[in-house]
Structures are given as structure tokens and as C-alpha cells.
């Protein structure tokens, strides 16, 4: 389904698995200088740096999404 884009926002990508191929999508996306964001999941297990990690996960994407700008929000891609 193909939707019609009605204002200049940027697209959020979300990418949470550890699959080769999301691993190769996230390296193309970065290799084309589309920005990345990695969401730092070790951070999960203490609510202060959790809410740290958010706020500024939200205020970078902010900023890239309001000029137009799409980009990837992922999770780390080790296995550890």
C-alpha cells in the first residue's frame, strides 16, 4: 500500500533484529549517509539510563524527521 506523503517529515525506520539481513540493510542505509540512531540496550535494565536513553533517542530523531530527513532507529546488532 503506497500512502501519499502530506507534510516534509522524515521517515522513522525501526530495525530490532539481529538477522543477517537487517544487519545489511541498517550497513546499506549508513553506507548511502542515511542517519542512524543506535538504541543501547543494555540500558534497559536500569530505569534512569532507559529514560535517558529515550529522551535523547526522541530529541535526535526530532530533529532529523522535522527537516525531512528519514532515518533508522536500531538495536545493537551483537549477540552478547
Do not use: Y
Not at 4 to 18: M, T, Y
Not at 40 to 46: G, L
Not at 55 to 80: P, V, Y
Amino acid at each position: 500500500v503506497v500512502h501519499e506523503v502530506k507534510d516534509n517529515c522524515g521517515v522513522i525506520i525501526v530495525a530490532g533484529s539481529l538477522t543477517q539481513q537487517t544487519r545489511r540493510q541498517v550497513e546499506h542505509m549508513k553506507s548511502v549517509h542515511c542517519p542512524v540512531i543506535e538504541f543501547n540496550t543494555e540500558k534497559i535494565f536500569d530505569n534512569n539510563q532507559l529514560m535517558g536513553e529515550i529522551h535523547w533517542i526522541i530529541k535526535d530523531a526530532s530533529e532529523w524527521i522535522s527537516k525531512g530527513i528519514d532515518i533508522i532507529i536500531h538495536t545493537s546488532n551483537t549477540l552478547e
